[in-house]
């Protein structure tokens, strides 16, 4: 059982250059986010997914998109890369309905430098 | 806005000891609590989740406790390992757009042998 996992685990990029980072999980969960994780700031919510079709922007969306055409994947887009995006980035997914909300699973990350 | 606070920040203890790790929060209009594991370089795993109907959870040497009232959990480390040395953080899910979670900034633990 795979779980949550992420595409490509290391990217660097020059300042403006465009990139896609790949989401996939296999347990059939509603819910997915990206969050970002910074020395000192902690995890920040970029965007999340509450189901097939749907997104919505978190605490720091700014310079982001996102996309879930199909519920097993999640993808974070840069349309232009800035080194104040130099981070990890995760994954996440949890099972999910009105009421009933599971435990939330990661993937194992991704790094991205920009220089 | 809902602010979770994690102290200490860092902890070392010798191999054995049972400790504490703590994770504050600032409303108590909670869906639930969840503690994580993070090796370095590695994602967050998951090691227990308390309802907000719940009290507390257990799983092995692990037992984590919640407080709704007054905004408090805590995590509960017995007979610790070397291997338990990882950064652990609890993160809470608000009832008020129910479908995120914010995270405390982790306590850092070292346990030597």
């Known amino acids: 059982n795979a779980g949550v996992t992420q595409t490509p685990k290391f990217r660097v990029l020059k300042t403006g250059q465009s990139m896609t980072l790949l989401c996939a999980q296999d347990?059939?969960?509603?819910?997915m986010y990206w969050y970002r994780q910074d020395p000192g700031m902690g995890l920040r919510l970029i965007h999340y997914?509450?189901?097939?079709?749907?997104?919505a922007k978190g605490e720091v969306p700014d310079g982001y998109n996102v996309s879930r055409l199909k519920k097993q994947n999640f993808l974070l887009g840069l349309e232009s890369a800035a080194p104040s995006q130099t981070s990890v980035y995760f994954c996440?997914?949890?099972?999910?309905?009105?009421?009933?909300?599971?435990?939330?699973?990661f993937g194992e990350g991704s790094r991205l430098t920009v220089l | 806005k809902q602010e979770v606070t994690q102290i200490p920040a860092a902890l070392s203890v010798p191999e054995g000891e049972n400790l504490v790790l703590n994770c504050s929060f600032t409303?108590?209009?909670?869906?639930?609590l969840q503690w994580f594991r993070q090796d370095p370089g590695k994602g967050l795993t998951s090691l227990l989740l308390?309802?907000?109907?719940?009290r507390e959870q257990t799983s092995g040497r692990l037992n984590a406790s919640l407080d709704k009232s007054s905004g408090r959990s805590t995590l509960y480390i017995a007979a610790s390992q070397p291997g338990d040395s990882a950064t652990y953080l609890c993160?809470?899910?608000?009832?008020?757009?129910?479908?995120?979670?914010?995270f405390g900034k982790g306590t850092m633990l070292l346990v030597s042998p």
């Open positions: 996440a997914s949890s099972f999910g309905r009105t009421g009933d909300i599971g435990e939330l699973f």
């Open positions: 347990m059939n969960h509603e819910y």
């Open positions: 997914s509450v189901g097939e079709g749907t997104t």
């Open positions: 409303d108590s209009a909670i869906y639930n």
């Open positions: 308390i309802q907000s109907s719940q």
């Open positions: 993160a809470v899910r608000g009832l008020a757009g129910y479908s995120t979670l914010t």
